[in-house]
């Protein structure tokens, strides 16, 4: 039976494995307030030209810790309980690169690697040899390079991989607002059903020794 | 007090007669090991998703301009939302890991052999029931494989002779997957469970009837049962506790392990994700269907695939008793059977290129060999280890079923 | 089989096994919480919790309603002689003086819902009369004759400026 085990346990590091199948660069997410405040703002001057975050309202940003100040500048023209959306309808949009632009709210959780794409993405821009400009995770992008990748170099380059992995991590928690929440509610969780479980069996362990003795008592 | 109020209700109904009759005086074997755990467990599952399925129904709205919507408003506005509907989505999966083992326990013991033909077969219905409420679920979100897998499977009735296109539009209610599909396949997502819990209960009543096997495959002498209660009680909650602690893992730390990232994008009609993948659950049969290189030959093997275990307790001509215990042939196929069924479920989530298309036709024969074998492999198994002289126990068996036979 | 009454006896349940079940059971209570939560309304009904009215469109003596999570809202400008009388008398059967019922003398802001079955009572001369069981309430909302045990509600809200207020919070 123990055979069986391994298999169930390679059963599932098969569905892992497939689910990372794209091989994309593994960074390191800045987790500070102020990343992803930042990340918030480089989304909400820049991404947001076009992008929309509809499931993101401006007031859900004050739980990344904005004061009321920055906050209000943020949303200048909008009001609190307005989603980020942006000033450009999806007609004019798709006049202009051919496409509607995907929303941003689920961008993370939407592609495989989630804000490691999203990463990936923002940098991956190249200039290729008929001198147009690239995209290395998605070929024939119609984004255009906001951010500057295919030209930057040294200092400037650092720059921009920065910011964009503070984009990644905004747009992650955008994807997942309750992930905090949830891994510290799941702490609890845990905890507590491995304290129920060992009860559980000690309580299996007494009874089930009850039914030795028993047995022991009916056969001397 | 409490007393009379039970002495009340016995005599307009026989609630402490049940009690015993179902648990504390209901004789089960000493000898079950954990792998008899999956039963109950899969019956936590079923209260897990009917209990979190009414309370995202509060919210949900199955309608194509609003069901996406409406589960971001669950995920994102609704109090603990996120926790109800992860409960629910991981629970799918657990559900079907549960049934899975619970199965494979079933073929490993041979647990389904005589006389225990109906309650294999009330579980196999039970196996297509939830499997039509989890392909039924997974439109609801409304992404883009809600859509592909709910406009694929209900394409394979487009398979059958002559009437095919019809029925595939009269299950959709529109010439594509539409609203009128995600509004029928909401109502009968949430009608389906209740149907499930009645044929639970008939399960039961099958199992209470013959009683659970055991893994040494024996009857076990009345004197020798000991009751359900307290016994299966301590040790299936002492098993609860377990399973609650991987499941809980995976809700609070890993939810979207069984959410494909692109069922986070709307269902679109003009676009295909270029890589479609059914839930893992699915990915065997999945294989089974591409291996076989005909539309409808190949849904007709997939359906074959679950409801060929049907005829297993009369493939099984083996007189040995039992399962795994004292049969190594019977148990070596066991484990090629399993470990044939990962590989189909490898192949199912790769695209067919390559080996893939040659590895699943393997696969797939191997599937069935040992389902269409198991006639000829038991009685051969059956002769060449009475030649080698059987353990006592079984012996003593034989011998005994064979002078009943005579009186 | 095994004779279950002799090792399964009441008196043999020991404390590990009642620690247990109170454990178990707290689990579950605990399990529930989410689940009661879940019904309460979420968040983005709770930010809709809050309403801005401009008073400036409201002639002396006319009223106008507002919506207010879902319930209708009488703003009232009321003419000073309305509002004299008003302060001079101590109400109905659920005395509450004027005073404390309107920030500021003209302006009467009450919750247009019958406390007898909730609902939406008429404006008169004199006040509202609810349609559905008559009852009467005055030019302060407060309850005069019929049904109604209570004067109608003054919602929590605030000034802004002169001509603006904030219903939903203090």
């Known amino acids: 039976m123990k055979k069986y085990l391994l298999g169930i346990a390679l059963c599932f590091a098969t569905v892992g494995a497939w689910a990372n199948e794209a091989k994309l660069p593994k960074i390191e997410l800045p987790t500070s307030p102020e990343a992803l405040q930042r990340g918030a703002e480089t989304v909400a001057t820049v991404c947001l030209s076009c992008h929309n975050l509809k499931y993101i309202k401006y007031s859900d940003l004050s739980g990344l810790g904005f004061s009321k100040e920055k906050l209000g500048a943020l949303s200048v023209g909008h009001g609190l309980d307005d989603s980020l959306m942006s000033p450009m309808s999806a007609e004019a949009t798709k006049q202009a690169f051919g496409i509607t632009p995907p929303d941003l709210s689920m961008m993370a959780k939407a592609r495989v690697g989630g804000p490691h794409y999203v990463y990936a993405f923002v940098t991956g821009f190249y200039t290729n040899d008929k001198g147009k400009t690239d995209n290395h995770v998605f070929p024939g992008a119609k984004m255009p390079d906001v951010l500057g990748a295919a030209s930057a170099k040294g200092e400037e380059r650092t720059a921009i991989e920065y910011k964009a992995k503070e984009v990644a991590a905004f747009l992650e928690w955008a994807g997942d607002p309750k992930a905090q929440e949830r891994r510290g509610l799941g702490r609890y969780v845990i905890a507590y059903l491995i304290v129920l479980t060992i009860l559980l069996y000690l309580v299996k362990l007494r009874t089930w020794a009850r039914l030795k003795e028993h047995h022991k008592r009916k056969h001397t | ?407 | 089989m095994s004779d279950s009454k002799s090792l399964d006896s009441p008196d043999r349940r020991n404390f590990l096994e009642m620690a247990t079940g109170a454990v178990g059971a707290a689990g579950v209570a605990a399990a529930a919480w989410p689940f009661v939560q879940s019904m309460n309304p979420s968040s983005d009904v709770l930010a809709k919790g809050i309403t801005e009215a401009d008073l400036a469109p409201i002639p002396l003596g006319e009223s106008h309603t507002v919506a207010w999570q879902g319930k209708p809202v009488f703003i009232v400008h009321r003419k000073p002689e309305v509002a004299a009388a008003m302060q001079a008398s101590p109400g109905g059967k659920d005395p509450e003086p004027d005073q404390k019922r309107a920030k500021k003398p003209e302006w009467l802001v009450v919750v247009g819902v019958c406390t007898h079955l909730g609902c939406v009572p008429s404006r008169t001369e004199e006040g509202w009369l609810c349609p559905c069981h008559g009852s009467v309430y005055d030019n302060s909302g407060r309850i005069i004759q019929g049904p109604a045990p209570a004067n109608l509600e003054v919602p929590l809200y605030h000034f802004v400026g002169n001509d603006k207020i904030v219903i939903g919070e203090a």
């Open chain 2, 1 to 407: 007090m409490i007393n009379r109020i039970i002495g009340w209700v016995d005599q307009r109904f026989p609630i402490t007669a049940i009690i015993k009759h179902e648990a504390t005086e209901y004789p089960v074997a000493p000898n079950l090991n954990y792998w008899w755990n999956f039963g109950s467990l899969a019956g936590v599952v079923l209260v897990l998703q009917i209990v979190t399925g009414i309370f995202l129904a509060m919210h949900y709205k199955a309608d194509v301009t609003l069901a996406f919507d409406s589960i971001q408003h669950i995920m994102r506005s609704v109090n603990y939302g996120w926790l109800i509907r992860y409960i629910h989505a991981t629970g799918a999966s657990a559900f079907f890991a549960v049934i899975y083992i619970h199965i494979s326990r079933t073929l490993y013991y041979g647990s389904y052999r005589g006389p225990r033909e109906l309650l294999w077969w009330t579980g196999l219905l039970l196996l297509l029931l939830v499997m039509g409420a989890a392909f039924m679920g997974y439109l609801l979100p409304w992404g883009q494989m809600s859509f592909w897998g709910a406009q694929v499977i209900t394409n394979l009735f487009g398979a059958i002779p002559l009437v095919g296109g019809h029925i595939v539009v009269l299950l959709r209610g529109d010439f594509s997957v539409g609203d009128p599909t995600l509004t029928r396949f909401f109502a009968l997502h949430y009608l389906i469970p209740f149907i499930i819990a009645g044929a639970v209960v008939i399960h039961l009543v099958a199992l209470h009837t013959v009683k659970s096997s055991n893994p040494s495959g024996l009857p076990i002498a009345d004197k020798d049962n000991i009751p359900f209660h307290p016994y299966y009680t301590s040790k299936d909650l002492f098993g609860v506790g377990v399973f609650l602690i991987i499941f809980c893992s995976f809700v609070f730390f890993v939810p979207d392990a069984f959410i494909e990232p692109d069922n986070n994008i709307p269902a679109n009609p003009m676009q295909t994700p270029p890589h479609i993948v059914p839930e893992w659950y699915f990915l065997p049969f999945y294989a089974i269907l591409r291996s076989i290189p005909d539309k409808l030959l190949g849904v007709v093997g997939m359906g074959l695939g679950i409801v060929i275990l049907a005829a297993l307790p009369y493939l099984d001509r083996s007189k040995i008793p039992g399962g795994s215990r004292y049969r190594p042939i019977f148990k070596a196929l066991f484990f090629v059977f399993i470990a044939d069924a990962f590989v189909l479920g490898y192949v199912g989530a790769h695209p067919p290129e390559g080996p893939m298309v040659l590895i699943g036709r393997i696969a797939t024969v191997i599937y069935f060999g040992y389902i269409v074998s198991m006639p000829f492999v038991s009685k051969w198994e059956e002769s060449w280890l009475r030649k080698r002289g059987l353990p006592a126990p079984v012996q003593k068996y034989l011998d005994e079923q064979a002078a009943g036979g005579t009186k």
